[in-house]
């Protein structure tokens, strides 16, 4: 196992349209989440899970945005209906329940235009 | 409303000498502090943290600083190399880092001369 995994690297979409992003944790791991980071900020936390559970939500998670994560395994994040504010890097993490064992993703990078 | 800061948006040190990056947090209620290191189109790296209960963390070149009171916690790096140019965040959170969202400051970018 290499680490945590994303796909795609980079995501290029008209405003407007749908996008899914998939993370593939490290295999053992019990926790994802999902984070975005844009220009000059820290990334900021959007959602999580503990096996297929999705346990925490932020505020910025708005009602275009949705998280799965069947059978405790990889994760999707989905944006419908896409914004310009929405462009941002993506990035997802998994760890075994502590902040300490945080491993992340090289993110996906989504441009609105 | 910023609950952790890093005023510096860069520091420039020269290889060999001693790199102190700075943080500040608002939230009394945080109690694991963690550093990160990120490269340019990787994702975050974890390099260090500490909990409320001890005031200082060291681990090889690194070592971090917790001072409760002034709510500010430090990351030195001694001695500084060319490599450890990156982006750090300072990271914090709750209920000893188990609830597992943190929150991030905006980053302070080292530059590392040789």
């Known amino acids: 196992d290499t680490g945590v995994s994303q796909n795609p690297r980079h995501k290029i979409t008209k405003r407007g349209q749908n996008v899914t992003f998939r993370c593939d944790p490290i295999s053992e791991h019990n926790r994802l989440y999902w984070y975005r980071q844009t220009l000059g900020q820290g990334p900021e936390f959007l959602t999580y899970?503990?096996?297929?559970?999705?346990?925490?939500k932020s505020r910025l998670l708005s009602d275009r945005f949705s998280a799965e994560r069947p059978k405790g395994s990889f994760s999707t994040l989905e944006i419908q209906r896409t914004e310009q504010g929405d462009s941002a890097m993506y990035l997802c993490?998994?760890?075994?329940?502590?902040?300490?064992?945080?491993?992340f993703g090289s993110g996906t990078r989504l441009t609105v235009v | 409303d910023q609950q952790v800061k890093q005023n510096s948006p860069s520091l420039s040190v020269q290889e060999g000498r001693i790199s102190i990056l700075n943080c500040d947090y608002t939230n009394s209620m945080f109690d694991y502090f963690l550093w990160y290191k990120k490269y340019p189109a990787e994702g975050p790296t974890f390099l260090i943290s500490i909990s409320s209960i001890k005031d200082k963390n060291e681990d090889g070149r690194f070592t971090v600083f917790l001072n409760k009171s002034a709510k500010h916690l430090s990351l030195h790096i001694v001695p500084s190399q060319p490599g450890d140019s990156a982006v750090y965040f300072c990271a914090a959170s709750v209920d000893g880092g188990s609830q597992g969202n943190l929150i991030f400051g905006k980053g302070t970018k080292l530059s590392v001369k040789p």
């Open positions: 993490a998994s760890s075994l329940g502590t902040a300490k064992g945080y491993t």
């Open positions: 899970f503990q096996n297929e559970a999705q346990l925490e």
